[in-house]
């Protein structure tokens, strides 16, 4: 990222501010991305909730406790049938408290399959980084992809770009977007499609110090000062729709 003509793009990367290291004088807020896998029976009903595994173990058990309380709805596929699990892409924060504890803070994201490796994010190539940078394209673009049974991508179509911007920046985009890998979402134990649309905010900046991420729904991660990651991908027919309680 250049100093002169820093580029970002909100729709595809998650910011996660982390904190400062916890001092001798007092802790530090801590603020961090995290998934969970939900398996959902075709009532509606939660069935089962697992956290990020690399969470620690207190961790985890307050991100599944909070999701536990959260609304489901299984969205029916015709002639598939069972248990349908899709990923959910959280922020969480530990705000330290007075008594010497943590008071956790948890935001929703969004719903659908997860990018395999990726924290919550949407890595995004030097490729089309480049591409933004020599352009000096400023857009706000509709990413729509699939995201096969395989985990595999194909790009569908891309909205938002004048003729001469889309011949600059749709042949990186479809790279980026049919590089990544996804863990798919599943019904009755198998594998499925998933179409997605994915906002994408070009923006030409002086440099770093005029980013500005947005705050977090929680009350605890603004108080860590923990960024909501801007635009969120949108899983067009997810098999479960999600209504959090924040």
Not at 32 to 37: E, G, H, N, S, W
Not at 78 to 85: P, R, S, V
Not at 222 to 244: E, F, H, K, L, N
Request: with cysteine.
């Amino acid at each position: 990222m250049k100093s002169f003509n820093a580029i970002v793009l909100t729709g595809a990367l998650v910011a996660c501010a982390a904190s400062a290291a916890p001092t001798a004088q007092a802790p530090k807020p801590v603020s961090f991305m995290a998934d969970a896998k939900v398996e959902v029976d075709p009532e509606g009903k939660l069935v089962k909730v697992e956290a990020s595994a690399d969470l620690p173990e207190s961790v985890r058990h307050y991100i599944e406790q909070q999701v536990g309380k959260w609304t489901f709805k299984r969205n029916l596929r015709e002639g598939e049938t069972g248990n349908a699990t899709t990923y959910l892409m959280l922020g969480a924060c530990a705000v330290p408290t007075t008594g010497g504890g943590y008071s956790m803070g948890l935001a929703y994201h969004w719903a659908g399959p997860r990018v395999i490796g990726a924290g919550g994010r949407f890595p995004v190539s030097s490729e089309l980084l480049s591409a933004v940078g020599r352009t000096r394209i400023s857009a706000v673009t509709q990413v729509h992809f699939t995201v096969a049974a395989d985990g595999t991508t194909h790009l569908d179509q891309v909205d938002g770009l004048h003729a001469r911007e889309k011949k600059a920046l749709e042949p990186p985009i479809k790279r980026w977007i049919e590089a990544l890998r996804f863990d798919p979402e599943t019904i009755g134990g198998k594998a499925v499609a998933t179409r997605s649309t994915l906002p994408v905010e070009f923006k030409q900046y002086g440099g770093p110090e005029d980013l500005h991420p947005d705050p977090m729904v929680s009350p605890q991660c603004r108080q860590a000062g923990m960024g909501g990651g801007g635009m969120a991908p949108v899983a067009v027919d997810s098999v479960i729709s999600v209504t959090p309680v924040i």
